[in-house]
């Protein structure tokens, strides 16, 4: 049985890329998966206009990230990504030791979204 986790729960952002043009989740809602050896990211994504929402891990603070999915303008649906810690670093189906979202704009935009971690 694995443990579930709420990468992030429901939400929209909405901005224009002249004042926001990058949205990155705070640091303390990354999670750690450091303990775990296999994951599933499911994304559920109701709306992506004006930009890209990304899912991107890295295994130490300050270090290099790598993008484990992406979603785009016209997207709408649920995805599941499968995460692995034995798969090469740097590639993007490999378990990171931390998870984050990023939402990059191009024009005026709008993210509507909930991500959840399955970890084992």
Known sequence: MGVVMELQPWM???GSN???????????????TSAY?????????L????????????DVQGGSFTTHAFYTVGLSSA???FLNKNVPYGATN???NLIRWKFEATSSWEASFRLTLILK
């Open 12 to 14: 929209t952002l909405k």
């Open 79 to 81: 995805t599941l990504v």
């Open 37 to 45: 050896k296999t994951g599933v990211l499911q994304a559920e994504i």
């Open 94 to 96: 490999r378990l990171s």
């Open 18 to 32: 002249t004042t926001t043009p990058m949205v990155i989740q705070e640091l303390d809602e990354w999670i750690d």
């Open 47 to 58: 709306k992506v206009s004006g930009g890209t929402l990304y899912i991107e891990g890295c």
